[in-house]
């Protein structure tokens, strides 16, 4: 908006030329110049003086109309901008593993729904395979799983590797150890992820290498329902740090890294189709699970 467009709007809201000026920090002198100079430049008076301040002529309401349609026609022109761009319209759609659906992807998208509020999601929480298919097929913007080795059709922005442990309470015997081995877990009731769960799946390998039976009092395909069986106190899960860093910042669960020899930790992946056309909308959260990876890392790595 021109400089006449702002204080001739301010004295028609305000209807004084004293008041205006100290709403928008400029002299009242300034103000009054300027409606004095286009009243002059188009021969019309736009304000009609009275000792109780100014009102608008026709000719000022006219005007005032004319400049709030410019507003309104401009504010229409930068949304159709912006939706032309992506960054306020458009669907942001993901495939992704439990333990990531539920750590942190709703506190990523609270982030991106505060900058760009009307973009759509679609989380789909798959397991591994199809994850890779979602994703080698270009169905999704990107997908979060386990690292199933090189590909050319995808590109991985990040990776996280969380190492395998023990969950315990905090009240638990070994909450105050820092590690153990698997050997030490024998005779706990546990509770162990099912095979079609990654961490699952590499703790079966993990303990057929090692020669270790471990008897699970319970089984869960869900990583959720692992936590809150361990938190009402019936066993210790089996689980990555990645799955329960809340709870053991919070000092709820006590985290206890398991360090038997050929227990590697699981390498959650960030990657997309080489393919994709990604959106401003999904390439910020991208960046955000990147971030949050790193500072994942950082906290495994003090922990």
Known sequence: MSRFSIYFEMVAQTGSIRQAASALNVSASAVNRQILAVEQEMRLLLFHRHSAGLTLTAAGEL????????KRDFESFRTRLEDLSGLRRGLVEMAVVEAVSDRFIPEILLEVHKLYPRVEFNIRTLDIAEIWEAVT???VDFGISIRKGASKKVHTVATLNSPVGLVVRSDHPLA???ETRLSHAVGLKLILPSGTLAIGANIRETLARHSVNLHAAITSNRIVS????VR???GAGLLTLADVMNEVKAGEFSFVRLIDTGITPLNFSLFYH????ISPAAQTVIDLISDKFNSILDDTDQT
């Open 226 to 229: 692992i936590k809150s069986l």
């Open 137 to 139: 097929s270009n169905e």
């Open 232 to 234: 009402s106190g019936l």
């Open 176 to 178: 105050d150890l820092r």
């Open 274 to 277: 080489v393919q994709r056309s």
């Open 63 to 70: 005007l005032l109309a004319a400049i709030m349609s410019g």
